[in-house]
Structures are given as structure tokens and as C-alpha cells.
């Protein structure tokens, strides 16, 4: 598992950012299928949302001492697609 992602980790950490960062800017790297959660479509549907979509897909590396014995090529792992969701804030007045 990932625990970053896991648990409503990523719904918490989203509504932190839409709600509870005083309407600051603000950036999330997120597996693509967030963006299919009804908790994203409620809290960023009506706007106010960038996507930062990279060229090639991120591969992520297990760290050290986690895969003793595995050749560090092989620690690379890409499970999902992901981009950024940048959030473009709330300005007041």
C-alpha cells in the first residue's frame, strides 16, 4: 500500500488546501484518479483548478533498505498515472 494515498488521506489533504488555507495558491502531485472522486468534483468543480500534466509519467523509487536485493532499476515503479492539481486560491476584495 501507499499511505499517502490511502484512507481518506487524499480527501482530507484536498479540502485542507480548498478550505483551509486562507484562499492561498496552492499545488497537489495526486494519482490521476482523484480526479474521478466525487469528493474532488464537489470541492473543485466549479473552477479554480489547474492541470499540470508532465511529459513523461513519474516513476517512483522505493527507498533504501525497503527492496534489499532488488537491483536499483528495479526499485523505479510508476503504479499510476499522476499530475498536479493547482489550485489558483481565492482572492479577496
Not at 52 to 76: D, H, L, N, Q, T
Amino acid at each position: 500500500t501507499n499511505p499517502p494515498y490511502s484512507g481518506d488521506n487524499v480527501e482530507r489533504v484536498l479540502r485542507f488546501c480548498v478550505d483551509g488555507n486562507r484562499g492561498r495558491t496552492w499545488c497537489l502531485l495526486v494519482p490521476n484518479w482523484v480526479v474521478g472522486k466525487e469528493y474532488f468534483r464537489a470541492m473543485c468543480g466549479g473552477g479554480g483548478v489547474l492541470f499540470v500534466v508532465p511529459e513523461k509519467r513519474y516513476r517512483y523509487y522505493s527507498p533504501r533498505g525497503v527492496r534489499e536485493g532488488v537491483a536499483s532499476g528495479e526499485r523505479r515503479t510508476a503504479p499510476f498515472a499522476s499530475f498536479w492539481i493547482v489550485g489558483l486560491g481565492r482572492r479577496k476584495g
